[in-house]
């Protein structure tokens, strides 16, 4: 049996909301949240029917730039949810802040419905920290949470590091901010906890509807195990696969001993107690000078460094090294680039230090919120010689 698709657009994410709930009902058609009602350029035609047991196809690029359509069954969207009220200790009210294309925020809408509440929707534009601690104070349920990404996080505690006193109460009154979407580099971590922010640190995808791992442990009855260095998710909140695409579905989705597995695609690593530690990307991984180097472990370093909690690391092409890691940093770096070069370094060896520092006035970003990582190495490799 097969089931209508309906195409709404998440820029009016209370009928996003509507849509998920006549879905998860059984009644309604499966949701395809698009951020315009329209067809996206570039991308095949959307298949008008999908499996019965779909309710909500997440339309994604991701990194990489390859169209996606990720199948998410009922089960998995409510195994999801109940996975992270279990993680979270219960069901509660929460602020979409996030677009509801993208599988975090949907998945508000999800936990939302799960929980019988309505969500307090910040709407659309830039994000602003005294707009969204407005939002925050509509909460009403004891338990009271969000979804964010780090630049996200990080506009919150500037504000209340300003001395706004509202932006401060509204980040101390969630019982847990999810973040998530991209690495959060631990000095921000330690900064929101310092203000009393109850943070948790998430890890998953589309393909697993949305955060699995949280702080490093696998929610609910979800399993990550490290195979051959990368590491593969099973559990309850798996996709059903990508819509019109069998071949790459085979190949991101294996079964062993009767058990179903996701690649994510992620080096990492699973220590004896089950916790998660994600490298990065294995597919961010240059050669420099002979010797592999991940990208995304370069990029972790320099964010412990003070004022590079938000900078980006991207691949140019060397003429000598063959590909070298250079930083991208929105406004001015208070460190040159041979403390950057020394700390790097001393981190992940010497092959990963980076060969300069470019500056940007601002850092091109996805509408998700996360560093447009094409655009930026397309500013990095344009800027000849670069910047110390």
Request: hydrophobic share 45%; with cysteine.
């Amino acid at each position: 049996m097969t089931r209508a698709v309906r195409v709404v657009d998440s820029s009016r994410p209370e009928e996003v909301f509507a849509a998920i709930a006549d879905a998860l009902a059984g009644g309604g058609p499966a949701v395809v949240p698009r951020a315009g009602d329209g067809a996206v350029a570039g991308w095949p035609e959307l298949e008008d029917r999908v499996a019965q047991n779909v309710a909500l196809v997440i339309e994604t690029s991701g990194s990489t730039g390859v169209p996606k359509r990720v199948a998410l069954s009922t089960d998995a969207l409510l195994a999801s949810a109940a996975a992270s009220a279990g993680a979270l200790g219960g069901q509660g009210q929460w602020v979409l802040a996030l677009p509801s294309h993208y599988v975090a925020g949907a998945q508000v809408l999800v936990r939302s419905l799960a929980a019988e509440t309505e969500p307090v929707v910040y709407g659309t534009g830039h994000f602003d920290a005294e707009r969204f601690a407005e939002a925050a104070e509509s909460l009403r349920h004891d338990l009271r949470y969000t979804s964010l990404v780090p630049v996200q996080l990080s506009r919150l505690i500037e504000a209340v590091e300003a001395g706004s006193r509202r932006v401060g109460s509204a980040l101390r009154g969630f019982d847990g901010i999810l973040v998530g979407g991209q690495a959060l580099a631990p000095a921000l971590r330690e900064r929101a906890l310092q203000l009393g922010a109850r943070i948790v640190t998430t890890y998953g995808s589309s393909e697993t509807a949305g955060g699995c791992v949280y702080d490093g442990v696998p929610i609910g009855t979800t399993v990550v195990r490290e195979n051959a260095g990368q590491l593969e998710i099973s559990g309850p909140s798996l996709a059903e696969g990508y819509v019109g695409d069998a071949e790459r579905t085979a190949a991101a989705f294996v079964e062993h001993d009767g058990v179903r597995w996701y690649r994510t695609g992620d080096v990492g690593r699973v220590d004896e107690d089950g916790r998660v530690t994600v490298l990065g990307r294995s597919d961010n991984v240059i050669i420099s000078g002979g010797e592999k180097v991940l990208l995304d472990s370069v990029e972790q370093a320099v964010q412990e460094l003070t004022g590079f909690e938000h900078a980006v690391v991207v691949a140019v092409d060397d003429a000598e090294w063959g590909q070298v890691p250079v930083v991208v940093l929105e406004g001015v770096a208070p460190d040159g680039l041979a403390t950057v070069r020394d700390h790097v370094a001393g981190r992940v060896g010497r092959a990963g230090a980076p060969a300069r520092i470019v500056r940007v006035a601002s850092m091109p970003r996805l509408a998700s919120g996360k560093p447009d990582r094409v655009a930026l190495a397309d500013i990095a490799a344009a800027a000849a010689g670069g910047t110390a």
